[in-house]
């Protein structure tokens, strides 16, 4: 069964230091997610991305904060500076059309210390 | 701000009983719902949807939908200890169809 894929499982990495977390979303779909959860709360929408380009971002979507989709396959969230309160678990999610289903890949725990 | 309340819990039921996990959201345009199971450092993984108001059943879980209220729940029927998680409640919402999650609610089936 399709499956969405994130690279790596548990980053640990120095406050002020960039990361990049890394998705393979099912290679059919057309529409893609990030999301993080902070331990111990609610799962929390950061940006949408659809035809190469943003298509809705939260707040917490900031300037430190970019995303990108580099060879048609990977899709990739950065953050430039990373900050402690950016320790969570980051999910990608994808779907195939606006109104299908989102597959949640199985999550990267960033550690910011 | 687009809401999605849920009761936190922890909701303990005994094995073999229904467990009933409830949901309000605050966008009266939402149309499409969802409930995510998520076990302790894993990812959500998708239950059930439900878009029409009424009742819809897969196997032995029940989405419950009532859009005048706002309301949304599911049933499990004859829980199981696995069936020990938290359920998230999430809405489809904003132009990219973002989903908006609750909380959610932990359930503890006990054996």
């Known amino acids: 069964e399709p499956e969405v894929t994130q690279t790596p499982s548990h980053q640990v990495t120095q406050m002020g230091q960039e990361v990049i977390l890394r998705c393979v979303p099912i290679s059919n779909h057309l529409y893609f997610y990030w999301y993080r959860q902070i331990l111990g709360q609610k799962v929390e929408f950061l940006v949408s991305f659809y035809n190469n380009e943003i298509s809705e971002k939260s707040e917490i979507f900031d300037d430190q904060f970019s995303v990108e989709r580099p060879d048609g396959s990977n899709f990739t969230l950065k953050i430039r500076s990373t900050k402690l309160e950016d320790s969570a678990m980051y999910f990608c999610a994808s779907r195939t059309g606006m109104n299908t289903e989102a597959f949640f890949g199985q999550g990267t725990r960033l550690t910011v210390v | 701000q687009k809401e999605v309340e849920q009761n936190s819990g922890p909701l303990s039921v005994p094995e073999g009983a229904i467990a009933s996990l409830n949901c309000t959201y605050s966008?009266?345009?939402?149309?499409?719902f969802f409930w995510y199971r998520q076990y302790s450092g894993k990812s959500p993984e998708l239950i059930m949807f439900?878009?029409?108001?009424g009742d819809k059943e897969d196997g032995r879980f029940t989405a419950q939908l009532n859009k005048a209220s706002q309301y949304v729940s599911l049933l499990i029927r004859d829980s199981q200890p696995s069936d020990s998680a938290t359920y998230l409640c999430a809405v489809k919402s904003g132009s990219a169809r973002q989903l908006t999650f609750g909380s959610g609610t932990q359930l503890t089936v006990l054996p």
């Open positions: 439900i878009y029409s108001n």
């Open positions: 966008d009266r345009g939402s149309q499409s």
